[in-house]
């Protein structure tokens, strides 16, 4: 039987952020587990901030509001909890939030979920474990409690669950679990349970959000699709479904799902098109939502393009809604808060208040006609046009540059260049060191605060980092790591600092973004073309080689993971774009070199997060992210050894392109996967120096000096000891002085064990 008709809506978003305006969440969940705050406490946060997105939205003319993208942590982890699949060494757990926690951070004596990206952006999602053991339980305390929170408020409430195809395909089989998607009728009823209770609450609609089939799927999975939202369409007692899908085009899963009895389908069509949903029939019945603003980058839409964009859809469709492309979880909360910003660059940008008002601006137009936002639709004109002749936008140097840069971006063969840096470095085997940062304390904070605040001059602020840096020498030295870093004081972000002293950024003040958990980010804006001024390590690395006499390594960070963490200009390739910054990159590593500096890093975690998610657009991006490293790094002789970094992705699809950086050093994430990554190498024939993490930086627990020596062993069943590096899995920017200490401890312990061994 199908479900009771439900009345279309108009204007809606897919997603909300969560982390407050001023992270808010983030402050009060760190009180939490630091213990100044209780749980009744940082619920009440969570409560207001709920409370205040919603009412925003529902003022500002949305129809239908998202309710239950909030998360303490992450939405994949809360579904996990929904539905039972919590690993079973947090089970001890009794408090619900803790165990939560514990998932997601683990323990002294628990290890967390892995962590990796959320499809192509830099959002970090907490990864389930589903093994034969896993008995699926329905738990829809979490969603019935905010439906209900919502309708207290008298807000027209839409929840939101992640879909069962997209939990279970982003899942991991563990202790000899076949292929999950095998077992994804075993949700179906749970999914009808929850669709029954939800119905009870009295909302309309639910949305079903299933990212995952924007991907290449096989046939057992477009067939599932058939079958699975067949089976909860016929459901007797449930709301309208809405299944969401978005960073891209479905592709053949849209035909799947139209012939299902779903009543509605959200569509990307800033990362998607409208090929193949125009002229549809089975849409004839059916509610498109679709998704012509933006929501992951920070550009005024153009609204005359979007509306030619909905005037196609209109005729295919029973009725047209207006949306966000994904969720607004990937753009700041308001440009409000952005007082140093250049009044021209800010006509151009919406992030999440404004992109609400123009969905609003759009709908309206569709239902009583563009006369209604006249004075919308020519303020967004005159921006773009005042956007396209701004003289910034251009820089005719940089591009002559770039015009006679030799396209071969090769250095000397790898096995040569090590023979090289062998003698030059004089390193042990299973050299130690650390990714680059290390725990921005308290005191970093205030002083670079004092700075801002004019409260301090830049020579006290020089002083004030460089006796931070002696510092941080000084305990590597004590610890007895092979190759040391600087620690990074003086750098708030690892890209927004080199955003500040690029041309072409713009740097925000309070466009914070959640990355994972309490990890928020401020992505800087990319609005021109990009040129270095001066040189922006040299001062801090030659200072902190003049205290050691091993070797520290320049640190910086590379041309595609600048672009990926920031909000990228839309005018022009992404390729060119990465070029002009691996210039910039190319000219600093150049500069460390005559500084004397011997060992440079240039780290690229974003290499598989910008991964288009359809396999035939991948061999076009992949060779130009390569080639924007390589031109940044193939500058420098054969005596200076290249490192590089990824972190926290699915890397296996993107080995042979790690090869291709052809970086003398790979360090990778590692230790939550249990070193699962140098298989993936092994069989890639990786032949070139990795130091795979030993252990997780983004949990507070330390690890001992057994646990490390494990994984090294199991290390180096893939990796040459001559080829073995031993490191963290990430920079230490977030963790404790204490608990740093202790854990590099008994890495440096570690390796002289192993390292003891392999000289026995």
Known sequence: MSA???????????????????????????????????????????????????????????DSIPVGTFSYYDHVLDTAIMLGALPPRVAGIADDLDRCFAAARGTDDIAPLEMTKWFDTNYHYLVPEIGPGTVFELDATKILGEIAEAR????????????????????????????????????????????????????DWVQLDEPALVRDLDRPALDAIGRVYDALAQAQKRPAILVASYFGSLGPALERLAHTGVEGLAVDL??????????????????????VVDGRNVWRTDLEQALSTLATLLGS?????????CSLLHVPYTIDTEPDLDESLRTWLAFGNEKVSEIVTLATALRTGRDAVTDELDAARTAAQVRASDPRLRNDR???????????????????????????????????????????TTRIRVTRAALRAGEIDHGEYVRRMRDEISEVVALQEELGLDVVVHGEPERNDMVQYFAEQLDGFFATANGWVQSYGTRCVRPPILYGDVARRAPMTVEWI???????????????TGPVTILAWSFVR????????????????????????????????V??????????????????????????????????????????????????????????????????EAARSHMEVLDDLDAAGFDLGVGPGVYDIHSPRVPSEDEITALLRTALQAVPADRLWVNPDCGLKTRGTTEVTASLANLVAAAATVRAELNR
């Not at 027209?156 to 994804?184: E, H, I, M, N």
């Not at 469709?317 to 492309?325: K, P, R």
């Not at 030659?542 to 910086?556: I, R």
């Not at 002009?580 to 060992?599: F, H, K, P, Y």
């Open 4 to 62: 009771p008709t439900a009345s279309p809506f108009t204007a809606t978003v897919l997603g909300s952020a969560r982390i407050g305006p001023n992270r808010e969440l983030k402050k009060a969940t760190e009180a939490y587990w630091a213990g100044r705050l209780d749980r009744g406490g940082l619920e009440s946060v969570a409560a207001q901030l709920r409370a205040d997105t919603w009412s925003r939205q529902h003022t500002a003319g949305l």
């Open 152 to 203: 207290e408020l008298g807000v027209p409430a839409r929840p939101v669950v992640l879909g069962p195809l997209t939990f279970l395909l982003l899942s991991k089989p563990v202790d000899g679990q076949g292929p999950l998607l095998d077992r994804v009728d075993e949700l179906v009823p749970h999914y009808l349970d929850l669709l029954a209770q939800i119905a009870d609450t009295g909302v």
């Open 270 to 291: 800033v990362a998607g098109t409208t090929t193949g949903i125009a002229g549809l029939p089975e849409l004839a019945d059916k509610l498109v939502v679709a998704g």
């Open 317 to 325: 469709a029973a009725a047209v809604a207006v949306s966000s492309s």
């Open 398 to 440: 940089v591009r002559g540059v770039l015009a006679s840069i030799s396209t071969d971006r090769t250095r000397t063969p790898a096995d040569r260049r090590r023979e090289i840096q062998r003698r030059h470095l004089d390193l042990p085997l299973l050299p130690t060191t650390t990714i680059g940062s290390y725990p921005q």
């Open 542 to 556: 030659v200072y902190a080689q003049s205290l050691t006499d091993k070797p520290v390594k320049g640190m910086l």
């Open 570 to 601: 839309d005018d022009q390739p992404l390729a060119e774009t990465a070029d002009q910054i691996a210039l910039a990159i190319r000219d600093e590593t150049v500069d460390l070199q005559a500084a004397g500096v011997r060992i440079i890093q």
């Open 603 to 668: 780290d690229e975690p974003a290499l598989r997060e910008l991964l288009p998610l359809r396999a035939s657009e991948q061999p076009d991006y992949l060779k130009w992210a390569v080639g924007a490293f390589r031109l940044a790094t193939s500058g420098v002789a054969d005596s200076t050894q290249i490192h590089t970094h990824l972190c926290y992705s699915e890397f296996g699809e993107v080995i042979e392109a790690i090869a291709g950086l052809d970086a003398d050093v790979t360090s990778i």
